[in-house]
């Protein structure tokens, strides 16, 4: 596979420069929420990597997650299948090829005892299924999984429980768990990493910690089917736990990435493993340290996919990809199949969009080309006057600008000798047309005339300059009218202000509220701050409930709301709302108990409580051989919905099935505070009939059938 490679790199033109292997970090519309102690796994046959479960929040009992998300390169999309597994975090998950199956196992849900889970798990691209083998590990967390490709085995290794850190090895063929006993074995771990090298066909095992506080590992271990074996390197990954790793096939190299030191600090380390090393690697860009992330390679696009983990601060959602990025060279760099769109060179002028250039192709002389429509718009070009930047400088027309306002009379300046004066400029109250939109230039702009000939114009602080009394420094009249453009109405005029709002009483529209700006919305008179009813005239301003609300806009007319509180915004306020919390703007109440029918649960129903004397009976309905007959707490089903209850939870009430006469005693004494309701449903051939609907239309549901 390396002489592949080679041989593919010396086919490339001379002089052309490859992209670096790099993290990038990607910025999908939709994502999942900020979790940690996720598992994640590449599902070949669809081409999707596959997140699962997690927690947020942390700390014990807090925040587990059981959602199902794809990623394909491009966004994340939500799965919804029927069957889930529980929410569980910090389980193991790998892709089984042979099988096109994404296996899950274990994981801990709650923190607490017997919340390790040993149950395995199946994702088929659709829906998940849960296996039940003869045999199966433990349950734990923390453990580490891989797929051994050329064995067709999912293996795993250690983890912990509350027996402590486990160093057993299993492997899964697809129907069931077999425990492994090699000679030689790894020291008990978790929170360790594994990874499958499909060129040398092993599993690799790196680090992690034991039961003993502080006791991490820096060991690394291969797995050939067989046995473990150790591996002796001088060059090692520092001690760390929760970290991630995954196989880059592209590459040929198992990658490492993030984790927890010793120091209490999470690491952004990259590190590869060839076989025979560790090498740590620098990429330019880097994901923040973290713990407890998922990482998957996604083998088409040759990409390792990184997802969330935890930080101090807290739980992340960011989505990362370590792979070959962009350069501007005309080349497919990170292998998506597309050569972006501003490395190709549309108009045929020898120049590109993207810069600086670094590649080889035939007929390309540079980058930074800023208009790839036209061929006449390139770098180095001689620049015209036309308002266009032709030569790609971020300049236009240098050269054509006589007052140095940056514009010029080809691009649109009206007055090229003064500086004050071009397209775009702030429009000064100098009696110019400073920012050249008039095309009759140069009259006046608008606001900086003198319509009524006062001397002052709108943009010097004029008010209305349709009235030549009006103005900065007019005399102040009573006349409801800001004469002198100061911002106060009549606020000179001798005589009482009984509110101090220095608009005399003699036109002061609420001559006991303060309002200096005499703001009547409603035209009514009134000002806005004594008017009851603000936006509706209502000069009488009637207020039959005497909630400060006129009744012309009152919610409730009849009744005190002076709030005028309306939750289900049906224009009835919850004052006198016979149904507060549904919507009902026709109020229809068809059994005329106050409760509106979009909320009246109980219609429709028999009800019987302790003051009724005498026996209701039913008139038996043609075509039904018996009935099936429900008695049930009113307060269970305002307070439920539900219509059979169950006699177990609710005392009062009860099932009679298949009965020939359906009556009702009102012996049960249900209580003077308590009442009960009666259905009755028909049955023909052993099915029952429906419950029926109550007065808003809705169906009855059956919650608690007659078996």
Same mark, same amino acid.
């Given at each position: 596979?390396? /002489?592949? @490679?080679?041989?593919?790199?010396?086919?490339?033109?001379?002089?052309?420069?490859?992209?670096?292997?790099?993290?990038?970090?990607?910025?999908?519309?939709? *994502?999942?929420?900020?979790?940690?102690?996720?598992?994640?796994?590449?599902?070949?046959?669809?081409?999707?990597?596959?997140?699962?479960?997690?927690?947020?929040?942390?700390?014990?009992?807090?925040?587990?997650?059981?959602?199902?998300?794809?990623?394909?390169?491009?966004?994340?999309?939500? %799965?919804?299948?029927?069957?889930?597994?529980?929410?569980?975090?910090?389980?193991?998950?790998?892709?089984?090829?042979?099988?096109?199956?994404?296996?899950?196992?274990?994981?801990?849900?709650?923190?607490?005892?017997?919340?390790?889970?040993?149950?395995?798990?199946?994702?088929?691209?659709?829906?998940?299924?849960?296996?039940?083998?003869?045999?199966?590990?433990?349950?734990?967390?923390?453990?580490?999984? #891989?797929?051994?490709?050329?064995?067709?085995?999912?293996?795993?290794?250690?983890?912990?429980?509350?027996?402590? *850190?486990?160093?057993?090895?299993?492997?899964?063929?697809?129907?069931?768990? @077999?425990?492994?006993?090699?000679?030689?074995?790894?020291?008990?771990?978790?929170?360790?990493?594994?990874?499958?090298?499909?060129?040398?066909?092993?599993?690799?095992?790196?680090?992690?910690?034991?039961?003993?506080?502080?006791?991490?590992?820096?060991?690394?271990?291969?797995?050939?089917?067989?046995?473990?074996?150790?591996?002796?390197?001088?060059?090692?990954?520092?001690?760390?736990?929760?970290?991630?790793?995954?196989?880059?096939?592209?590459?040929?190299?198992?990658?490492?990435?993030?984790?927890?030191?010793?120091?209490? *600090?999470? /690491?952004?380390?990259?590190?590869?493993?060839?076989?025979?090393?560790?090498?740590?690697?620098?990429?330019?860009?880097?994901?923040?340290?973290?713990?407890?992330?998922?990482?998957?390679?996604?083998?088409?696009?040759?990409?390792?996919?990184?997802?969330?983990?935890?930080?101090? #601060? =807290?739980?992340?959602?960011?989505?990362?990809?370590?792979?070959?990025?962009?350069?501007?060279? =005309?080349?497919?760099?990170?292998?998506?199949?597309?050569?972006?769109?501003?490395?190709?060179?549309?108009?045929?002028?020898?120049? @590109?969009?993207?810069?600086?250039?670094?590649?080889?192709?035939?007929?390309? &002389?540079?980058?930074?080309?800023?208009?790839?429509?036209?061929?006449?718009?390139?770098?180095?070009?001689?620049? @015209?006057?036309?308002?266009?930047?032709?030569?790609?400088?971020?300049?236009?027309?240098?050269?054509?600008?006589?007052?140095?306002?940056?514009?010029?009379?080809?691009?649109?300046?009206?007055?090229?000798?003064?500086?004050?004066?071009?397209?775009?400029?702030?429009? &000064?109250?100098?009696?110019?047309?400073?920012?050249?939109?008039?095309?009759?230039?140069?009259?006046? #702009?608008?606001?900086?005339?003198?319509?009524?000939?006062? +001397?002052? %114009?709108?943009?010097?602080?004029?008010?209305?300059?349709?009235?030549? +009394?009006?103005?900065?420094?007019?005399?102040?009249?009573?006349?409801?009218?800001?004469?002198?453009?100061?911002?106060?109405?009549?606020?000179?005029?001798?005589?009482?202000?009984?509110?101090?709002?220095?608009?005399?009483?003699?036109?002061?529209?609420? %001559?006991?509220?303060?309002?200096?700006?005499?703001?009547?919305?409603?035209?009514?008179?009134? +000002?806005?701050?004594?008017?009851?009813?603000?936006?509706?005239?209502?000069?009488?301003?009637?207020? &039959?409930?005497?909630?400060?609300?006129?009744?012309?806009?009152?919610?409730?007319?009849?009744?005190?709301?002076?709030?005028?509180?309306?939750?289900?915004?049906?224009?009835?306020?919850?004052?006198?709302?016979?149904?507060?919390?549904?919507?009902?703007?026709?109020?229809?109440?068809?059994?005329?108990?106050?409760?509106?029918?979009?909320?009246?649960?109980?219609?429709?129903?028999?009800?019987?409580?302790?003051?009724?004397? *005498?026996?209701?009976?039913?008139?038996?309905?043609?075509?039904?051989?018996?009935?099936?007959?429900?008695?049930?707490?009113? #307060?269970?089903?305002?307070?439920?919905?539900?219509?059979?209850?169950?006699?177990?939870?609710?005392?009062?009430?009860?099932?009679?099935?298949?009965?020939?006469?359906?009556?009702?005693?009102?012996?049960?004494?249900?209580?003077?505070?308590?009442?009960?309701?009666?259905?009755?449903?028909?049955?023909?051939?052993?099915?029952?009939?429906?419950?029926?609907?109550? /007065?808003?239309?809705?169906?009855?549901?059956?919650?608690?059938?007659?078996?």
């Amino acid at each position: 596979m390396r /002489s592949l @490679v080679l041989a593919f790199a010396l086919l490339m033109p001379a002089g052309v420069l490859h992209a670096q292997i790099d993290w990038n970090q990607r910025a999908p519309a939709v *994502s999942p929420s900020a979790r940690f102690g996720h598992a994640m796994a590449y599902d070949s046959a669809h081409g999707r990597v596959v997140l699962f479960g997690g927690v947020y929040g942390g700390g014990p009992g807090g925040g587990e997650l059981n959602d199902t998300w794809e990623w394909d390169g491009t966004t994340w999309a939500q %799965r919804t299948p029927v069957t889930s597994p529980p929410a569980r975090n910090r389980h193991a998950m790998a892709y089984d090829a042979g099988r096109g199956r994404v296996v899950m196992f274990g994981g801990v849900q709650n923190y607490g005892p017997g919340g390790y889970l040993c149950d395995t798990w199946e994702w088929d691209g659709n829906t998940w299924v849960q296996k039940f083998p003869t045999m199966s590990p433990p349950g734990r967390m923390e453990a580490g999984i #891989a797929y051994d490709s050329a064995r067709g085995r999912v293996v795993l290794f250690g983890g912990r429980n509350l027996s402590g *850190s486990l160093a057993d090895t299993w492997e899964w063929d697809g129907i069931t768990w @077999v425990q492994r006993s090699p000679v030689t074995s790894p020291p008990d771990r978790h929170s360790h990493s594994m990874a499958y090298d499909s060129v040398r066909g092993r599993v690799v095992i790196f680090g992690g910690a034991n039961w003993t506080p502080g006791a991490y590992l820096t060991d690394t271990w291969e797995w050939d089917g067989t046995t473990w074996v150790q591996i002796i390197t001088s060059s090692i990954p520092s001690v760390r736990v929760h970290f991630s790793m995954a196989y880059h096939a592209a590459r040929e190299r198992v990658m490492l990435f993030g984790g927890l030191m010793v120091s209490g *600090s999470n /690491s952004s380390e990259t590190w590869d493993w060839d076989g025979i090393k560790w090498v740590q690697v620098a990429p330019i860009l880097s994901p923040a340290g973290r713990e407890y992330q998922a990482m998957a390679y996604d083998s088409v696009r040759q990409r390792t996919v990184l997802f969330g983990g935890i930080v101090p #601060a =807290g739980e992340l959602a960011d989505t990362w990809e370590y792979g070959r990025a962009e350069v501007c060279n =005309g080349i497919d760099d990170n292998a998506d199949g597309v050569i972006p769109d501003n490395e190709v060179d549309h108009d045929g002028d020898g120049y @590109v969009a993207c810069g600086p250039w670094v590649g080889g192709t035939p007929g390309v &002389l540079g980058g930074g080309d800023c208009d790839e429509t036209n061929p006449a718009i390139h770098p180095g070009v001689a620049e @015209v006057c036309n308002g266009i930047d032709e030569n790609c400088d971020s300049t236009i027309d240098e050269g054509f600008d006589e007052d140095g306002d940056g514009s010029t009379v080809c691009s649109g300046d009206c007055a090229d000798l003064d500086s004050v004066t071009y397209p775009g400029a702030a429009q &000064l109250c100098d009696g110019k047309n400073n920012d050249c939109l008039d095309p009759t230039w140069p009259t006046v #702009a608008a606001n900086e005339a003198d319509a009524d000939g006062d +001397g002052s %114009r709108i943009c010097a602080g004029d008010c209305n300059d349709n009235n030549s +009394g009006v103005r900065p420094g007019a005399p102040e009249i009573c006349d409801g009218i800001d004469d002198n453009c100061n911002g106060q109405i009549d606020e000179d005029l001798a005589g009482v202000d009984s509110d101090g709002d220095a608009v005399h009483n003699a036109c002061d529209n609420c %001559r006991f509220s303060y309002n200096p700006a005499q703001q009547d919305t409603d035209h009514d008179g009134l +000002g806005n701050a004594c008017d009851n009813c603000i936006t509706v005239p209502n000069p009488g301003q009637a207020d &039959l409930d005497a909630d400060q609300r006129g009744d012309i806009c009152d919610n409730c007319p009849s009744s005190y709301n002076p709030f005028q509180d309306d939750f289900d915004s049906d224009s009835f306020g919850d004052a006198c709302d016979n149904c507060i919390y549904d919507s009902n703007p026709g109020q229809s109440d068809i059994d005329s108990d106050y409760e509106g029918d979009v909320c009246d649960l109980n219609d429709g129903l028999i009800i019987v409580t302790l003051l009724d004397q *005498s026996t209701v009976n039913w008139q038996l309905e043609q075509g039904f051989q018996a009935f099936n007959e429900y008695r049930g707490s009113i #307060a269970v089903l305002r307070q439920s919905g539900l219509y059979t209850q169950d006699p177990i939870s609710t005392p009062l009430a009860e099932r009679n099935c298949y009965v020939f006469d359906p009556f009702v005693v009102d012996g049960l004494n249900p209580g003077l505070d308590q009442a009960v309701f009666y259905l009755v449903t028909g049955m023909s051939g052993g099915a029952e009939s429906s419950l029926g609907t109550n /007065s808003a239309g809705s169906q009855r549901v059956n919650s608690n059938p007659c078996p």
